[in-house]
């Protein structure tokens, strides 16, 4: 599996862009007008990123620019609109957060592992062409399959953890690991990797 296939997890946010529609809610509660005419664009800003992800040639530099661009503005809106009331709703609040996560795991995969990535992919290995940490959601429903998939997350006997290291590093590793434990905690939600070293 190529690491920068991940994009494709950009899909789950979809919903959740389109459901952090503020802009009908900021009224009133520490906000003001120019916080609503903010909160719309805010609002356009955040659905036209859900859509564009899905999209997003990350090998392209003037989209992958463009894409931090987006995120950028999207972690100002939430800073700038965070006084307001509606920003301190739970369903505003993961939206953002999920967007955020989003957005640092792209950067992290295709500006720091880029180099790694392609290491792993020249050597070739059955544990990294086999690794797929996601698992369909039909299969997450049966207990003993997640069990299974959550087990396996870094690949069969957590050897893609040994791989990384000897290819690229110990720093590689952590970044790689802190990233999936951050998209499967913040975003997928499929394991319980609250304490995982």
């Given at each position: ?131 797929d940490p996601f698992v ?49 905690n913040d975003i997928v939600k499929q394991c ?6």
């Open positions: 599996m190529n690491f920068l296939n991940l994009v494709i997890i950009g899909a789950v946010l979809i919903g959740a862009s389109k459901a952090a529609s503020v802009a009908s809610a900021v009224s009133g509660d520490n906000c003001t007008i120019a916080d609503t005419y903010q909160s719309i664009s805010c609002s356009f800003r955040m659905m036209d990123f859900g859509e564009k992800i899905q999209e997003l040639d990350v090998e392209d530099k003037s989209e992958m620019k463009e894409f931090k661009r987006s995120c950028a503005a999207l972690e100002n809106c939430f800073t700038s609109l965070s006084h307001c009331k509606p920003f301190n709703d739970p369903a505003t609040k993961k939206a953002f957060e999920m967007v955020k996560t989003y957005c640092g795991t792209v950067t992290f995969l295709v500006e720091n592992f880029k180099e790694c990535d392609d290491k792993l992919q020249a050597r070739n290995s059955t544990c990294y062409n086999d690794w369909e959601d039909v299969k997450l429903a049966e207990k003993k399959e997640k069990d299974e998939a959550c087990k396996n997350f870094f690949g069969k006997d957590q050897c893609l953890q040994k791989e990384v290291v000897e290819l690229c590093g110990q720093k590689q590793w952590e970044g790689l690991r802190d990233t999936l434990v951050s998209l499967n319980d990797f609250k304490n995982v070293a």
